[in-house]
């Protein structure tokens, strides 16, 4: 029994732990993807494009040469965010409030629901980190900023915020320069961004595929209510607040009133 017992401890003591090497980057914390460095610092696999030093996805080049997985939806182009899908088509984690379809960015939810990290000015607010623990209004600095003298906005292109002439325009012949292009290359007058799935309707998807009238958005949550939610889960009728009022106006709290008066009345 003792010669098996040395074996094993023999064994134990030539089989060191393997100890994974930091990326080459002197203030870099990640771990050797290959050739010294992460993949953000030129480690690992390469895009086989001549010149291209971005790593390489499946298929042996970079996204932008191709390379990675593409969404299974038909004539889809774009790349497979979970589920062999783009978001558009069904891919990747969905936000888990029950009326939303947007994506998860972080904690199981869309921005708009609390997901993904928030700006950290002492002030409260509600905004997404955008680098640095701040919004870009209050600072953060994972966007340029616009270069137009006075703006504190996002770059959104060529070094100017939107309102400045930077982003992507419509590309209507008759459309105004300055709108900006809110998909498919138009802005949202000349057909730009998502429509409503219903065949004879041409407004603006307003959330899980639908407008309003055609029960896209967030309802009021009043039991048998499918009003729009006006703020706060409830429409205006049962209390809900207006965009064009603060919480605390007067007209926010009479669909709520008159609902508690209804209920306590003999």
Do not use: M, W
Request: proline fraction near 6%; charged fraction near 25%; include cysteine.
């Amino acid at each position: 029994g003792a010669p098996a017992e040395e074996e094993e401890v023999v064994a134990a003591v030539a089989t060191p732990k393997r100890i994974r090497r930091k990326c080459g980057d002197p203030i870099c914390e990640k771990f050797d993807a290959g050739r010294g460095f992460c993949v953000a610092h030129g480690g690992g696999r390469q895009c086989a494009t001549p010149g291209c030093t971005t790593s390489a996805k499946d298929g042996g080049s970079c996204k932008a040469h191709g390379g990675g997985r593409r969404c299974s939806g038909p004539d889809c182009k774009k790349f497979d965010q979970g589920g062999g899908f783009c978001v558009a088509h069904g891919g990747g984690k969905r936000c888990t409030d029950p009326s939303c379809g947007k994506y998860d960015v972080g904690g199981g939810f869309c921005r708009n629901h609390g997901g993904g990290k928030r700006c950290t000015y002492p002030g409260g607010c509600p905004k997404g980190d955008s680098g640095g623990g701040f919004c870009v209004a209050h600072g953060g600095e994972k966007r340029k900023r616009c270069t137009h003298p006075g703006c504190d906005k996002g770059d959104q292109g060529g070094g100017l915020c939107v309102a400045h002439g930077g982003g992507k325009r419509c590309t209507h012949p008759s459309c105004n320069s300055s709108k900006g292009d809110e998909g498919g290359g138009f802005c949202r007058a000349h057909g730009g961004g998502k429509r409503c799935s219903d065949p004879s309707c041409e407004k603006r998807d307003q959330g899980g595929g639908y407008c309003i009238t055609h029960g896209g958005g967030k309802r009021c949550t009043h039991a048998s209510c499918e009003n729009r939610d006006a703020g706060g889960g409830f429409c205006k009728a049962h209390g809900g607040r207006s965009l064009s009022h603060p919480p605390n106006h007067p007209s926010s709290h009479i669909g709520l009133l008159a609902e508690i008066c209804r209920t306590i009345t003999p």
